[in-house]
């Protein structure tokens, strides 16, 4: 990590009355990168503590759904680091091939360039200058936040490092028949013209039709008609297809149709897919599923089979062994000339037309020649690609996939999987390391990740795309006569066959296959320079190749390839002797950090990255890459929207780092963080010409969403402009001069930011009251036992809470210790004596040491700012050796990063000090409560006329009760005087004096009532619910406790209240 300010230290000067994240920040990372202290050493002591950093995509800076994510990652790793662990936090880039390949292109566009300008090889030195440019900004990003990475190992999936790694499991997987070329169909994004793997599309619920299209009979002695949403597919038709259950089914066996347009005749073939209409299936006596299925109630009993644009015609035409005809060129217009030829005259208004024009083509020549018979509006689901956000097309293509569907992946995910969260026995297969280990928080997704391993389909890896780790294999066509040695009777045309011969001595892999003319495909697959000797080897290997007619494959993989292999490329698999630079420890860094402890992710790669990276680490290094997945919620926008770099709705980190700071950011977005709920982030705007914070306007974009409008107008002067984020991120508009970019704020973040400026404050406060003179101590007061116990059971409910990934429960756990109970409640407890009292300083002081380690996971910067200030304290101590707190040890140290986590000890809770001090609470809350509906000044010192058990309490409270309400006096009830204010206490009352010069009697008539009056709606509305039977008996039983206890105590503030007006 590199220093951003200059080498002076935190505690140079005095702590400022104030905190300014802006300054301290610099110097806090300055002062981290200086004593290297995020450096991972993988010899050191203490258990390992790994975790990976979901690399992100370099097509753009990081917005706050990448800020939440990295910020309880920083969380668990700050809070290991001070544990002791050796804790590892590697951090990198993701080439992201598609979404950056389309960046780029729309960059170039906008310049009047088209990546047919280019070579190859100038297109990619394009897109590493993009990728340059955006590391560097996602890296100073998570600097900025202050994410404790090991920056000197941050790795990208496309550099030397990870390179060897795609190349070698590429290798692996060829030579195991587990990586194949076939023709199938695929996904294909016509927008980004490449194939998309399954996990690729999302399922949209669309608006639409469906089209009832008559096909004549070729005898010529009626039609049948076909219900479809694709009407232009119809030009690819290869039979129609109906259930051999459906009573007209014998009539047409052996027929065909005459297909309109084309003048194709195509079978009509039987099969079981076919849904039958519904009054047949009630006719057949099918039964309700059957009769009440929704498609039934569309089906017309006929199904147009388009084997080459749809995956169930696909199947159907296997099981038939239908033809079929592709009909369409890759950027999804109507083609002859990509598999269809047989297009009649009669097809050339279609040739050249989008699929949305061509639809309403198709359906206009059924209608002038009387074939439409009828049209019903219709929802249905449609694949989208999660890029370019365009429907996908099933595409009939050649292709490259992986056999995931082979038990040493699917099979072994499955047995991965924790048994108390699969759903049943996993499959049988060989016994590895990790069988039963996977753990998912929430446990629900388990569901989502066995669901998939279950259902999976061979995984396609190829992309037409320049921009990634181009496929290392060499392939040509020859014929059967002209093949050398055995690659002729080798061939088959259901599998790529392994060969051997000069190419595998010297270090490839050799495979082929007979293609459906009967021509043969030889493919050399090649493994990473090293495993061939070297890069002249590798290059007089290739040379030979070219001049024996072999070509590269110019397909790149699929990015989820390289980084499935994430936990084994980052550190340096299979071999990393071979780079020592980057690698300097050798095998012992995979040794000690994969497998790793947790991967903090979002649901939505569940099955894009964690089920390939499970799969990929089991199969090449028999053990699972992490033990724990926890999913975290997502961050949406304002409008529910989920915050995305191709959406351009992401809010830049930085923009709330310079509104409120990092801590700020940090802690609201932590103690956002409730389970998977997802998180709305309504923001507003900061203009740049005035500093006002304003609410944007808002524009529906063509895809629907809702987004701020590219530019603005200043809120103080509507002459001058502004350009928002989402202006620059779709390129609709660039900042200048006149029109700069504004910020983005949200008032979200103020919690945030006054949670750090409390514990500035109290610190400051702390800090004041530690110096001599005092003197040597008693016994601890009431006040001093209930801290000590309440930060023991803080540093519980802490641990606990990030044991089990809950985020929030940490953050509020901090919040409410901080801020109520040390704050609020200790601080002006010990206010008058704690000048005086050495131990109660050293208490003071061992708590505020506490607290700020303990907070310093989520809030880094405040807390190492304020850590040299509070140890310089250290004086105050009896010694060094010596530093903790009653059950707290608390081991000194320079800075907080390094200071080891408070050690929670043996010693037990103070149940009685804790229940006393919050009696002491209750009735101080009571008397302020009082004196701020009697408009009490703050200075008045009033008296408190008190029964014996409650003179107890105040005495053992040892003047924490005078000091925090504001008492003169404390007497016994007896001596009251006339017109004392009575205060419901524990079934009982209290009396009140001296609060005005003279009492109102009416005033206080008055304020009794009141309370009386709520206090009766307080008591029939528990008695309400507990007189539900419904209630008691099914809601949990501490609920129906609670309510008791808030009924018994809401009759003892009645029947006080009662008697106060009565004494009246």
């Not at 690729?200 to 669309?206: A, F, K, P, W």
């Not at 044991?803 to 206010?831: G, H, P, S, T």
């Not at 009033?942 to 053992?956: N, R």
Request: overall charge negative.
């Amino acid at each position: 990590m590199s220093a951003t300010a200059s080498d002076r230290s935190v505690a140079d000067e005095a702590l400022p009355r104030s905190y300014s994240p802006h300054e301290a920040e610099p110097l806090v990372r300055a002062e981290w990168a200086k004593h290297a202290d995020f450096h991972a050493d993988p010899d050191g002591s203490g258990d390992a503590f790994g975790m990976l950093i979901p690399p992100p995509n370099v097509t753009a800076a990081l917005h706050l759904g990448h800020a939440f994510n990295n910020t309880l990652q920083d969380i668990l790793t700050r809070f290991h680091r001070m544990r002791g662990d050796r804790t590892l936090w590697m951090p990198g880039t993701d080439h992201a091939g598609i979404a950056t390949q389309t960046v780029v292109e729309k960059r170039l566009l906008r310049d009047g360039r088209r990546r047919s300008d280019f070579t190859r090889e100038a297109f990619v030195e394009q897109v590493q200058g993009w990728k340059d440019e955006y590391e560097a900004t996602i890296l100073g990003q998570l600097e900025e936040m202050g994410c404790s990475c090991d920056f000197e190992r941050t790795r990208f999936t496309m550099d030397p490092v990870c390179a060897d790694a795609v190349r070698e499991a590429f290798h692996r997987l060829f030579c195991d028949d587990l990586i194949y070329r076939g023709k199938r169909l695929v996904n294909w994004d016509p927008a980004t013209r490449t194939a998309l793997a399954d996990d690729e599309v999302e399922m949209r619920t669309v608006p639409g039709h469906m089209w009832y299209l008559r096909y004549p009979l070729a005898d010529g002695d009626g039609h049948v008609t076909v219900a479809t949403t694709r009407p232009e597919t119809m030009l690819g038709d290869t039979a129609v297809a109906v259930n051999p259950r459906d009573p007209r089914a014998a009539a047409l066996r052996g027929r065909s149709v005459l297909l309109p347009i084309v003048g194709r005749e195509i079978p009509i073939v039987e099969d079981d897919y076919v849904v039958l209409p519904s009054a047949i299936a009630e006719d057949l006596g099918l039964g309700a599923e059957a009769i009440n299925d929704p498609k039934a109630a569309l089906a017309t009993g006929f199904l147009k089979v388009t084997p080459a644009h749809d995956p169930n015609d696909w199947d159907i035409g296997l099981r038939h062994e239908l033809e079929a005809i592709n009909v369409m060129a890759p950027d999804g217009t109507i083609s002859d000339v990509h598999g269809w030829d047989d297009a009649s005259e009669a097809c050339a208004e279609f040739i050249g037309l989008s699929r949305e024009d061509a639809r309403k083509a198709v359906v206009a020549w059924f209608k002038r020649n009387d074939l439409l018979e009828d049209i019903r509006d219709h929802e249905h689901a449609v694949g989208h690609s999660y890029r370019s956000h365009v429907p996908v097309e099933p595409y009939l293509s050649d292709q490259w996939y992986v056999r995931v569907t082979d038990d040493r992946f699917a099979g072994s995910a499955l047995r991965a999987m924790d048994d108390g969260q699969r759903g049943d026995a996993a499959p049988a297969g060989p016994a590895r390391e990790g069988d039963g280990d996977l753990v998912f928080f929430p446990d629900r997704y388990a569901k989502t990740f066995q669901n998939w391993h279950e259902n999976i389909r061979d995984w396609c890896i190829s992309r037409q795309l320049w921009w990634g780790h181009r496929i290392p294999v060499w392939s040509r066509i020859v014929s059967a006569a002209d093949a050398e040695g055995d690659v002729a009777s080798l061939a088959t045309d259901d599998s790529m066959t392994e060969v051997s011969g000069d190419w595998t001595a010297r270090g490839a892999a050799h495979r082929v296959r007979r293609l459906s003319d009967g021509s043969i495909e030889e493919s050399i697959c090649l493994p990473r320079a090293a495993a061939l000797g070297g890069e002249d080897a590798e290059s007089s290997l290739r040379a030979d190749l070219e001049s024996a007619g072999f070509e590269q494959d110019p397909d790149v993989l699929d990015t989820w390839f390289s980084s499935a292999l994430w936990p084994l490329s980052t550190m340096g698999w299979p071999d990393p002797a071979a780079h020592p630079d980057a690698i300097p420890e050798g095998d012992r860094l995979l040794e000690a950090f994969n497998p790793g402890n947790v991967l903090c992710t979002a649901r939505e790669i569940i099955t894009l990255w964690v089920s390939r990276m499970v799969m990929f680490n089991r199969y090449f290094l028999g053990r699972l890459p992490f033990d724990q997945v926890f999913i975290h919620a997502m961050i949406q926008d304002g409008h529910g929207q989920k915050m995305s770099k191709s959406l351009g709705n992401g809010v830049d980190p930085r923009d709330i780092i310079r509104s409120h700071g990092s801590d700020a950011m940090r802690f609201t977005l932590a103690q956002l963080a409730t389970g998977s709920q997802d998180v709305r982030m309504p923001v507003d705007l900061v203009c740049p010409h005035t500093e006002e914070t304003f609410t944007p306007a808002f524009i529906r974009n063509s895809s629907g969403h809702q987004v701020a409008a590219p530019l603005q107008k200043s809120p103080g002067d509507p002459s001058r402009e502004m350009v928002t984020a989402y202006g620059v991120a779709v390129g609709e508009v660039e900042p200048s001069a006149d029109r700069p970019l504004a910020r983005n704020t949200s008032s979200r973040f103020d919690l945030g930011r006054n949670f750090c400026n409390k514990l500035w404050n109290a610190t400051r406060f702390a800090l004041g009251n530690l110096e001599p003179p005092a003197v040597e101590d008693g016994a601890p007061s009431l006040a001093d036992r209930w801290i000590v116990s309440r930060l023991r059971r803080t540093l519980r409910e802490v641990e606990d809470s990030l044991a089990v990934y809950q985020f929030n429960r940490y953050a509020e756990a901090m919040y409410d210790f901080i801020w109520r109970d040390f704050c609020d409640w200790y601080l002006e407890a010990v206010k008058p004596t704690v000048r005086d009292r050495l131990d109660q300083q050293r208490r003071l002081h061992a708590v505020l040491d506490a607290t700020l380690r303990m907070l310093h996971p989520v809030c880094p910067f405040v807390t190492e700012t304020l850590w040299p200030h509070v140890r310089g304290l250290d004086a105050i101590r009896p010694s060094l050796e010596d530093t903790g707190i009653e059950g707290v040890g608390l081991p000194p140290a320079d800075r907080c990063i390094i200071a080891a986590w408070p050690e929670l000890g043996e010693t037990t809770h103070d149940e009685d000090a804790e229940a006393m001090f919050e009696r002491v609470r209750t009735l101080v809350s009571a008397i302020r409560n009082l004196r701020g509906e009697r408009q009490v000044p703050p200075k008045r010192r009033i008296t408190l006329h008190a029964p014996a058990g409650v003179l107890e309490l105040v005495s053992a409270a040892g003047g924490a009760v005078e000091t925090l309400a504001g008492l003169e006096a404390v007497h016994a009830d007896e001596g009251a005087p006339a017109g004392a204010m009575a205060l419901p206490f524990e079934g009982g009352q209290v009396l009140l004096s001296n609060l005005v010069d003279a009492v109102d009697v009416d005033a206080e008539r008055e304020r009794l009532t009141r309370t009386i009056e709520a206090k009766r709606k307080q008591v029939a509305g528990f008695k309400g619910k507990l007189g539900n039977a419904g209630y008691v008996q099914n809601a949990p039983p501490h609920l129906v406790e609670e309510t008791r206890r808030m009924l018994e105590a809401a009759e003892a503030d009645l029947a006080a209240a009662e008697a106060g007006l009565e004494s009246l």
